[in-house]
């Protein structure tokens, strides 16, 4: 029992310094967030006017954009598909 109470504390310690390293390695990522946002919002503009999708479906993934659900990078290249026709079917 002692043995498992011990591991489990040097896993705890090991757990924490690796979520420093993470979040580390995270700041000092350059930020593009303004450029992605801008982008976004472009394209999903586009894709209203275009009729590809609605405002309804727009708000949707701006608010899944915005709680962490969505990668923007994901939906950029979605939208990007929307607008060349790759993704109709």
């Known amino acids: 029992m002692t043995r498992l ?5 040097r896993q705890d310690r ?6 420093k390293r993470l979040q580390r390695k995270v700041d000092r990522e350059p930020s593009k967030s303004g450029d992605t946002e801008a982008d976004l919002e472009q394209l999903i503009n ?6 590809r999708i609605t405002a309804a ?4 993934m701006r608010a899944l954009v ?8 994901l ?3 979605r939208l990007a598909a929307l607008g060349t ?5």
């Not at 090991?14 to 979520?19: G, Q, W």
């Not at 026709?85 to 079917?89: Q, R, S």
């Open 85 to 89: 026709g790759l993704a109709e079917a």
């Open 46 to 51: 586009d894709a209203i006017r275009s009729d």
């Open 5 to 9: 109470v011990r591991s489990g504390g």
């Open 66 to 73: 915005a709680s962490g659900k969505l990668d923007p990078e």
């Open 57 to 60: 479906q727009a708000d949707r």
């Open 14 to 19: 090991i757990r924490e310094e690796l979520r």
């Open 75 to 77: 939906l950029h290249s």
